[in-house]
T-cell receptor, first 114, second 112 residues
Framework: KAGVTQTPRYLIKTRGQQVTLSCSPI?????VSWYQQTPGQGLQFLFE???????NKGNFPGRFSGRQFSNSRSEMNVSTLELGDSALYLCASSSGNPSYNEQFFGPGTRLTVL | QKEVEQNSGPLSVPEGAIASLNCTYSDRGSQSFFWYRQYSGKSPELIMS????GDKEDGRFTAQLNKASQYVSLLIRDSQPSDSATYLCAVSRYNQGGKLIFGQGTELSVKP
């Protein structure tokens, strides 16, 4: 079974720009969660999409948004980029069953904001 | 108080020894518990999940959960240099679906 894929793997942007990251979950998985990982803050939850609906949301500003398509693929958008948005962005795929919610991570997108 | 706390590390053990990694959590509503391994420059890899009190063994790995003490641990037997990585503890509530709360991680170094 193919794993979670994320594109692009690396991005360099400048302050004020916007960026869109993509995630394709494991076949059959309906839930996609997004996380931001930085050396200072560690892994922090951004949001989760299940069946095209945002099911959970973390404590990030509205500049961070996402969506999910009918094939479960998900995109995350960050508008008006700030230097502090430089991070590894990870998506994780799961079946969406809350009683068995093992999550499997993709390779991540490394975003650098200059 | 952080929601999920782990040994600050780094933890260094000799090859063949048992490595013990600890994690405490503050939310008594937490119901699912996970251990991830993350090699430098890579994404986290799920190695163990545990949902009920007691021990769960998988190969050289044993996860232990004590909900009354809000404590979860990971034991790695016969540690190998290839086990050298950062180990992340994560917890979630049943009613919060795919939201995992992670600890800061413990860096493990296994010396040959």
């Amino acid at each position: 079974k193919a794993g979670v894929t994320q594109t692009p793997r690396y991005l360099i942007k400048t302050r004020g720009q916007q960026v869109t990251l993509s995630c394709s979950p494991i076949s059959g998985h309906r839930s996609v969660s997004w996380y931001q990982q930085t050396p200072g803050q560690g892994l922090q939850f951004l949001f989760e999409y299940f069946s095209e609906t945002q099911r959970n949301k973390g404590n990030f500003p509205g500049r961070f948004s996402g969506r999910q398509f009918s094939n479960s693929r998900s995109e995350m958008n960050v508008s008006t980029l700030e230097l502090g948005d430089s991070a590894l962005y990870l998506c994780a795929s799961s079946s969406g069953n809350p009683s068995y919610n093992e999550q499997f991570f993709g390779p991540g997108t490394r975003l650098t904001v200059l | 108080q952080k929601e999920v706390e782990q040994n600050s590390g780094p933890l260094s053990v000799p090859e063949g020894a048992i490595a013990s990694l600890n994690c405490t959590y503050s939310d008594r509503g937490s119901q699912s518990f996970f251990w991830y391994r993350q090699y430098s420059g890579k994404s986290p890899e799920l190695i163990m999940s545990i949902y009920s009190n007691g021990d769960k063994e998988d190969g050289r790995f044993t996860a232990q959960l004590n909900k009354a003490s809000q404590y979860v641990s990971l034991l790695i037997r016969d540690s190998q240099p290839s086990d050298s990585a950062t180990y992340l503890c994560a917890v979630s509530r049943y009613n919060q679906g795919g939201k995992l709360i992670f600890g800061q991680g413990t860096e493990l170094s296994v010396k040959p």
